[in-house]
Nanobody, 124 residues
Framework: VQLQASGGGSVQAGGSLTLTCAFS????????MAWFRQVPGKEREFVAG????????HYADFVKGRFTISKDDAAAMVYLQMNSLEPEDTAVFYC??????????????????WGQGTQVTVSS
């Protein structure tokens, strides 16, 4: 399985970005997908996840109401729509895939496949 994340960039506070993760090399609908983020010197943290069916989503408390995760099974893509961005959202964002159960997990070690990361920078 390969994951290719894109869509990062630089925006001002209050702005929006949409991250995209392209999945290949496996059966996409078997996987729960998630976005994590990491800032230098800190551990990678869970941002949002979606289950294999696309019927359930889960968000970290710090993004609820601002970010939306979705997926397109036909295109094997996962998206993270980010609105009302804050300087504290500045990080490298990673997409991840897990086929252990197909259900969402917030535990980083339960994701077996990772994209290369895309930088999001929010200025005040």
């Amino acid at each position: 399985v390969q994951l290719q994340a894109s869509g990062g960039g630089s925006v001002q506070a209050g702005g929006s970005l949409t991250l995209t993760c392209a999945f290949s090399g496996g059966t996409f609908v078997n996987y729960a997908m998630a976005w994590f983020r990491q800032v230098p010197g800190k551990e990678r943290e869970f941002v949002a996840g979606i289950n294999w069916a696309g019927s359930r989503t889960h968000y970290a408390d710090f993004v609820k109401g601002r970010f939306t995760i979705s997926k397109d099974d036909a295109a094997a893509m996962v998206y993270l729509q980010m609105n009302s961005l804050e300087p504290e959202d500045t990080a490298v964002f990673y997409c991840a895939a897990s086929d252990r159960t197909g259900h969402i997990t917030t535990v980083m070690s339960e994701y077996d496949f990772w994209g290369q990361g895309t930088q999001v920078t929010v200025s005040s």
